[in-house]
């Protein structure tokens, strides 16, 4: 098996989730958090995102459901997952998340909800698009330093 051009594949993968604004700059300060004593350090971390922005979904969800109009308590969960995103620099939806708490801001139902479709859409894509990333590293094997993608 060719693990340079796997390799290259990944590399090219990560460099078109940043040209796309799916990533920010803060998800290869995670990766570059990760070395022979922890080599799937980012993938851990990202798999824990997933499973922590989805509880809050979740609970963005209920309290949609739970308190029409109460929109300090959809902004206080939603700024939870917002600062998530923020950590592992999924760009989309962190900027999904702020046009949210804007519509909170502003009072707007219909806003809130439409952008809360959107942060589940785009947490949705950016699943999927790790999985095959890191799907790809594993197939790889261990490379060595996290690269940058040229911006």
Not at 46 to 71: H, V
């Amino acid at each position: 098996m060719d693990y340079s051009n796997l390799r290259r594949q990944a590399a090219s993968m990560k460099k078109s989730l940043f040209d796309q604004g799916y990533l920010d700059e803060q998800f290869c300060q995670v990766e570059d958090l990760q070395d022979e004593a922890s080599p799937n350090f980012a993938e851990e971390v990202i798999t824990l995102f997933f499973k922590d922005s989805a509880r809050l979904i979740s609970n963005i969800e209920q309290a949609l459901e739970k308190y029409p109009k109460d929109f300090n308590k959809w902004d206080a969960y939603m700024q939870q997952l917002k600062g998530s995103c923020s950590s592992i620099g999924a760009s989309r939806m962190k900027s999904e998340c702020m046009s949210f708490r804007e519509f909170c801001g502003q009072g707007n139902v219909e806003g809130c909800m439409k952008s809360f479709q959107k942060v589940k859409r785009e947490h949705g894509v950016l699943r999927q698009k790790l999985e095959a990333y890191f799907q790809l590293l594993r197939q790889a094997g261990p490379a060595g330093a996290a690269t940058r993608p040229g911006m």
